[in-house]
Structure formats: structure tokens, C-alpha cells
């Protein structure tokens, strides 16, 4: 009987705990009380990772807040852009959401409306099952077939870089096929980040998919991560300038540049990834990094001493730096 009573106490003690938790968490961190609805909406106002949010606050920098907004008409999205510019940050953070409102918990948002989850799917991250003799990309598609054969409706699904861990080829047609599945068969509110530029194509003929992405911008040559979500499809991967961000060793980044020129040349002439690579000298990049234009004009411009210039010193000047400028 003591026994009964002792778990009985202790039961509602761990749920007054839990409630007491999410209600101080919600008072700090602003959170919102979600509106749950009966359609299969998910809409979110300034949504936020609760737990990256926090790791932001102590290094003394701000997390950027991004709306979400899917509906019967718009339930799958399609969010490119490159590393670390969260994506999948933004993918977590929904679901997240989703888990907390459904547990009765305020959420880390401005406002928050969403239909009821009957089952939430996720695909994320990289492991191996070594006991089992599963490689990552084995456990990959293991997952991922189970979120198709399950997925109902009202489910809620995140997928992040799908097809990643084979061939490019090979990755991307599965990729593809995969969207197709669950904007055709499943139905469900899904948000979908990939590499693959060339999944953005279907949007012309999946009427309930958009394109977003997440917002980067070069400058003086660096790579400046916005964070920020926006409508359409990224302009380009940035995989050269997080690799340079990295810290990688600028003999290889211009190595690679270089590899991605021909790339993107033989593509552009036969349409084949690998082709323009048999022209390509070995290690032609290693003897010499490449020193980008902005650079070489920015050293000109500054050992300039404008009022010594003579009139044809300044148009040797000029022309001078428009060919920095074209690289030649």
C-alpha cells in the first residue's frame, strides 16, 4: 500500500517538475503559447532552436529567428544553401516545436499554429551500425524507406541531405524520387534541405512544393553566413569559401577551384559532371595560390598616392586595375 502511494507521489511530483520546468524555461527564453488547430497547418512566426539559441547567448551573438509556413496548398519545402548556414538548424528547431506543443508546452517562437502531428519522422545527421554491418549510407536509406512506408497525411517530416552518402548521381536521382514520393503518395508537411541545386527543377511540376534558402554573402572575400531564411532557390553552393573559412590550407582551396572550373566547363559543354577533368594538369594549382582580384586591387589602390599622379599616370592607373579586375 506505502508502495502505491510513494509511486503515486512521485508520479505527480516528476510531472509538477516537468511543468514547473517548461513554464520557467517559457518566461525566459519569451516563448509563445501555440495555437493547435485541426487542419494539417504548421505555421511559425520567429521560430527558434531552443537549445543553439542558448549556445549563441553565451558566445554574445544573436540567433536569427525564421518564419515557417506550411499548408495543404504548400506543405513541402525545399531549403538549399550552403554549410553551416543553417539549414538543418531550421529543420530541428520545427520539429522541436512541434514536439513541445504537442506536450503542452509553450514553444521557442512569436506565435505558433500548427495541426495535430500524429507521427513526426526525422532523417538527420551521419552514423554508421557497425554491429550490424550498416554503413551510413545504409542506415540512410533504411530510414528514409521507413518514413515512406509510414508517413501519413498528417505527419510531420524533416530530411536533410538525403542521397548524400553515395555517388552524386546516384544521390541525386534518389533524392529526387524521394521528394516526388512524398509530395505524390505521402501528402505530409515536410521540410526537405539538399546540396542538390538540381531538385529545385521540380517545383515547376510539384505544385505543392517551394524553394527557400538560407541567406550568404561574400565579402572582401569571406564568407559571411546570414542565417536568415528566404524565398527562392540558393544562387550557389559557397562550398570553396566554407572550406577556406575552415581553415583549409589555401593550396588546396585553389586546387579545388581549379577542379571546379573544369567541372563546370565540361558540364556546361556535354553535360557531364566529371567531363574537362582528362585536361586537367596534376597538381597545376599546388605551385601557386591563386590571389583573388579584390585583393590585388584593394594592395593597388591603397600604395596610390593620388596627388602625385600625373593625368597619364592615373589612366595607366586605371587601366591597370580594370585588368586586376578581369583577372588578367
Not at 549563441?56 to 506550411?70: H, Y
Not at 538548424?89 to 514536439?99: G, P, S, W, Y
Not at 505524390?184 to 521540410?191: K, V
Not at 592607373?317 to 578581369?326: D, E, G, Q
Request: proline share 4%; net charge negative; with cysteine.
Amino acid at each position: 500500500a506505502h508502495r502505491d502511494a510513494i509511486a503515486e507521489t512521485a508520479d505527480a511530483l516528476a510531472r509538477l517538475d516537468v511543468a514547473a520546468a517548461l513554464a520557467e524555461r517559457a518566461v525566459e527564453g519569451g516563448w509563445a503559447r501555440p495555437q493547435l488547430v485541426e487542419e494539417p497547418c504548421f505555421a511559425i512566426e520567429g521560430g527558434r532552436h531552443p537549445v543553439v539559441e542558448a549556445a549563441v547567448a553565451r558566445s554574445g551573438d544573436r540567433f536569427v529567428a525564421n518564419d515557417c509556413r506550411l499548408s495543404p496548398d504548400n506543405r513541402l519545402w525545399l531549403v538549399t544553401g550552403p554549410n553551416m548556414g543553417g539549414k538543418s538548424t531550421f529543420l530541428r528547431q520545427n520539429a522541436l516545436i512541434a514536439v513541445l506543443a504537442q506536450a503542452g508546452s509553450y514553444v521557442p517562437a512569436t506565435a505558433a499554429t500548427l495541426g495535430l502531428v500524429d507521427r513526426l519522422f526525422s532523417r538527420v545527421g551521419a552514423s554508421d551500425n557497425l554491429a550490424r554491418g550498416r554503413s551510413t549510407f545504409m542506415v540512410e536509406m533504411v530510414e528514409t524507406a521507413a518514413i515512406l512506408a509510414q508517413a501519413t497525411p498528417n505527419s510531420f517530416v524533416i530530411l536533410d541531405e538525403v542521397g548524400r552518402g553515395t555517388s552524386t548521381y546516384d544521390g541525386l536521382a534518389i533524392a529526387w524520387a524521394v521528394v516526388e514520393a512524398i509530395h505524390e503518395d505521402n501528402r505530409c508537411r515536410c521540410l526537405f534541405a539538399t546540396h542538390y541545386h538540381e531538385l529545385t527543377r521540380l517545383a515547376e511540376r510539384c505544385d505543392a512544393l517551394s524553394l527557400h534558402h538560407v541567406r550568404a554573402r561574400e565579402w572582401k572575400g569571406e564568407l559571411v553566413l546570414l542565417h536568415e531564411l528566404a524565398d527562392g532557390p540558393a544562387d550557389r553552393s559557397y562550398g570553396l569559401a566554407v572550406a577556406r573559412l575552415a581553415g583549409m590550407a589555401p593550396a588546396t582551396v585553389a586546387r579545388a577551384k581549379a577542379v571546379l572550373a573544369k567541372l563546370e566547363a565540361g558540364r556546361a559543354k556535354t553535360g557531364g559532371l566529371a567531363a574537362g577533368l582528362d585536361d586537367l594538369p596534376l597538381f597545376a594549382a599546388a605551385a601557386a595560390v591563386e590571389e583573388e582580384p579584390c585583393d590585388a586591387i584593394r594592395a593597388e589602390v591603397e600604395g596610390l598616392d593620388v596627388d602625385a599622379l600625373t593625368p597619364r599616370e592615373a589612366l595607366d592607373t586605371l587601366y591597370r586595375l580594370k585588368a586586376l579586375a578581369r583577372g588578367t
